[in-house]
RNA sequence: UCCCGCGUAGCUCAGCUGGUAGAGCAGACGGCUGUUAACCGUCGGGUCGCAGGUUCGAGUCCUGCCGCGGGAGCCA
């Protein structure tokens, strides 16, 4: 009995008789050779049949697969350099498991519309593989970068009541007769958890109900969003330069043949090492302008703003300590500058944008009360906010990283619903 | 919501100043002993997004609608 094995294993299997487990990637006959190209996950490996040396059943079974049919292969492994990865089999036994129907996802270019109509098929195709894995490995260190500097994980709640960044985007939900709405933020129940750990960070899923239609938005992402009490805003953009650095370094590390295979230029992710360049708001708008830009003191950066900034460094940019229209209620107003809050966007390089949005948080309870009478915000869903500031209320920062713009950016893709396994975009909300 | 672009075979596309539908890939069949998205030959495959209009005649021109893409706003 032949032993089960994985492909990336099979180079510890040289010479011995081993079964493999997966479906179809692609078959090439030439009469009396063909070789079967067999993908578990773990890689591909191309199985050879020579017409004399198999049973005329394997040769039949052969000859009836079709892409993306699962089998079971056994055979011989061998040094081969002419094979995909190194090894090749030579089939002893071809067990076809189910025949599939035509594929509709071939070898070759498709239209992005039916690829996402696909999407459950297209996670198959190896460039989605290679992103999957990156953030797949991403994650992991972002939970081991916090994990080891002592943060605790505080799974925040998607359902809340109605509270968030601000008005609009919130999508709507009933909950028992009252209204509920998906979270856009775990940030406000991370604030309540920092008084209770010190260092805490919640990462999950979020929902902003924009109809938004670029290629850095999806309706539904993930953010991790770290909360510390104590930190003030410069030690807020510390640990940010140090965590984006860490990511980026575990992917170099770790996700080699990855990247490699989406054929993205690391020499650019090497750069990404602290400190990281910063620069304050109203330098930046003197950047831009001199740029061309329209944009005047007091608005938001624009996308083209932000790609304009971007480009003047090799590395992430800080912008810091934007007016405080531009900016969220909770967000500290700046004593040396009152017209601003103490905040910082984190600007990817080669124009995938904000990353990360950070700001020290109001502590004083008669300013945050009165921003966000400003705002219009509906103040008792905010009372256990207030609270927090009414019992022991202490300088803390933050921080939120959008994960699907990060991989994105990582691996060089140039939309973010690829970062997803399933996006969730405007008008598309199957499969 | 606004601005721009696209919609032709299962997929990717071509189709000129309006004249009656094409290719490659995929599929089926046949050939080939080392392929790498193999190659060669044969065959089947269409409500040209939908509705209306102009015209002797519309895939082609016009209007509306639908779908998708790119961008803006908003943000991560």
């Known amino acids: 009995m032949a032993v089960v094995s994985e492909v990336r294993d ?3 299997h040289v010479g011995e008789s081993v079964t493999v487990r997966g479906w179809v990637d692609t078959k090439r006959s030439h009469g009396k050779v063909a070789f079967l190209v067999v993908r578990d996950g773990t890689g591909i490996v191309q199985n050879v049949l020579v017409r004399n040396q198999v049973s005329a059943e394997d040769w039949d079974a052969f000859e009836s697969l079709t892409q993306e049919s699962s089998v079971r292969v056994t055979g011989t492994v061998r040094a081969e350099p002419r094979a995909p990865g190194g ?12 025949i599939a129907d035509e594929y509709p996802i071939q070898p070759k270019e498709h239209g992005i519309d039916f690829l996402l109509d696909h999407r459950h098929l297209w996670l198959r195709s190896s460039q989605q593989r290679a992103i999957l894995r990156v953030r797949h490995e991403i994650e992991q260190a ?3 970068f916090f994990y080891a500097r002592g943060f605790v994980r505080i799974d925040t709640p998607i359902l809340t009541g109605a509270i968030g960044e601000g ?3 919130l999508f709507q939900t009933d909950y028992f007769g009252e209204k509920a709405y998906l979270a856009q933020t775990g940030q406000l129940y991370v604030e309540a958890a920092a008084a209770a750990f010190g260092k805490v960070y919640c990462f999950g899923p979020t929902f902003r109900a924009e109809k938004s239609k670029t290629r850095r938005h999806l309706t539904e992402f993930w953010m991790v969003e770290p909360e510390m009490a104590w930190y003030d805003s410069e030690d807020n953009m510390r640990l940010q330069e140090e965590f984006v650095s860490y990511l980026v370094e575990r992917a170099l590390e770790r996700c080699r043949d990855e990247l490699a295979l989406l054929e993205r230029d690391t020499t650019l992710l090497e750069r990404v090492t602290p400190p990281f360049p910063r620069i304050d708001y109203s330098e930046a708008i003197r950047l831009i302008q001199s ?3 329209e944009t005047q003191w007091g608005q938001d950066l624009g996308g083209g703003d932000e790609t304009i900034i971007a480009n003047a ?7 810091y300590n934007y007016p405080k229209a531009a900016k969220a209620f909770y967000m500290k107003e700046n004593p040396a500058d009152p017209r601003t809050v103490l905040c910082d966007d984190l600007l990817a390089p080669e124009g995938y944008g904000e990353i990360i949005g950070g700001s020290q948080r109001e502590d004083d309870y008669d300013r945050l009360l009165a921003r966000i009478r400003e705002e219009g915000l509906p103040e008792d869903a905010y009372g256990w906010y207030l609270d927090l500031r009414k019992y022991g209320t202490f300088p803390h920062s933050g921080f939120g990283l959008g994960i699907e713009r990060t991989v994105a950016w990582i691996c060089g893709r140039k939309h973010i619903r690829e970062a997803s396994p399933f996006p969730r975009l405007l008008n598309r909300l199957y499969p």
């Open 291 to 293: 740029q061309g830009s």
């Open 167 to 169: 008005g609009a985007g």
């Open 313 to 319: 460094y090799d590395r992430p940019v800080f912008v």
């Open 87 to 98: 090894y090749e089999m030579a089939l002893e036994k071809l067990d076809v498991v189910s």
């Open 10 to 12: 099979l180079g510890r």
């Open 142 to 144: 972002i939970h081991d």
